[in-house]
């Protein structure tokens, strides 16, 4: 160990912690509104790096198609759990929502798609596709039982997502790995450190993204919607607030936000259809040290699980995980001592 390879090891951990704190953010956000501790994350982080991949060399993804039989699905719901008050502007609402928007998403990818289809175009494609199935993922699963115990259906339903996502990245994108273009190829050399386009990419964007929630959730209408959701529930619907487009909000905010971590890492690294698992559960970490609660303390823990996770491949690469999992035990057995026994919220 020397200065310099401290130095590398230092900018690995940054640049890793940063996309951490994009997933920890996400995590957080839907928890706080929606109370669900959202597993498949990673899978969104998957479906937007291996979709972006697939675009990138000329094929469509299955992630396309499913979008468009989640639609269906969701269409479906919603005449069923408003077969007793059907009107004509729900129906309408619920057909552009739910069938015509993915259906026109998927036209809109063949006719794009080609080998020659510029970066941002791809990039563009690949976000409207996970942040259609992530809206889809809540109508469908979430938002049925958005009053049952966090521990209980909830967190199980969150696993059973998970592995029906995971399965179904199985069978879309095959168990080999694939990798991207990146989004630029200009680098900046400080010292003996070397920035390339991409990393610069990362911090750029993991600044921009905290910049936006804090505007989004202090000066927005929306924003302010969402957060009184978070404090309470109950009372949010009893001054007006619509509790299931705030869950609806939250979801599509964390998809996108899964769905960019994904690009951002997949021209780094080669990904899996199960690599964002994986992922998704370091930023887990950084949430949990958050208290699932607090974005700034998120953020940070996030780029102390990077850090901590490069040093750790230096020293202990065998271990690495370990050492990195092992991070949260503390964390909970003082929170577990500290917080007060309450009993879950019944709204």
Request: aromatic residues 10%.
């Amino acid at each position: 160990m020397n200065t310099t390879i401290m130095l590398f090891l230092l900018q690995d951990g940054i640049t890793n912690g940063a996309i951490y704190a994009l997933l920890g953010l996400a995590l957080v956000l839907v928890f706080a509104v929606t109370r669900v501790i959202l597993i498949p994350q990673g899978e969104f982080v998957t479906y937007g790096a291996l979709s972006y991949a697939m675009l990138a060399t000329g094929q469509v993804p299955g992630t396309a198609r499913l979008a468009v039989a989640m639609g269906l699905v969701a269409f479906a719901l919603d005449l069923f759990f408003a077969r007793n008050a059907l009107h004509v502007r729900l129906v309408i609402r619920s057909v552009a929502l739910n069938i015509a928007f993915p259906v026109a998403l998927l036209g809109l990818v063949y006719a794009l798609v080609g080998p020659g289809t510029p970066i941002a175009v791809n990039i563009a494609l690949a976000l409207l596709i996970v942040a259609a199935i992530g809206l889809f993922l809540y109508r469908i699963a979430f938002q049925p039982i958005a009053h049952t115990s966090v521990l209980g259906v909830l967190l199980i339903a969150s696993v059973g997502c998970h592995l029906a996502l995971q399965g179904l990245g199985l069978v879309f994108f095959g168990a080999e790995g694939l990798r991207a273009p990146a989004l630029s190829n200009a680098a900046v050399t400080a010292g003996p450190l070397r920035f390339t386009g991409q990393s610069l990419a990362v911090y750029g964007l993991t600044i921009g993204f905290i910049v936006a929630l804090w505007l989004f959730f202090g000066y927005t209408k929306t924003g302010k919607a969402l957060r009184a959701t978070a404090v309470n529930r109950l009372g949010a619907r009893l001054v007006g607030i619509r509790t299931t487009l705030s869950g609806q909000i939250a979801f599509l905010l964390a998809s996108v936000i899964g769905a960019i971590s994904g690009i951002l890492i997949v021209p780094i690294t080669t990904l899996y259809y199960d690599t964002g698992f994986l992922i998704g559960l370091k930023g887990f970490i950084a949430a949990i040290i958050g208290g699932l609660v607090s974005y700034p303390l998120t953020a940070v823990a996030a780029i102390v699980v990077g850090i901590v996770e490069a040093f750790s491949s230096f020293y202990a690469s065998n271990f690495k995980e370990v050492i990195v999992f092992t991070l949260i035990l503390p964390v909970l057995v003082l929170r577990s001592l500290a917080a007060p026994e309450v009993e879950e919220e019944k709204d």
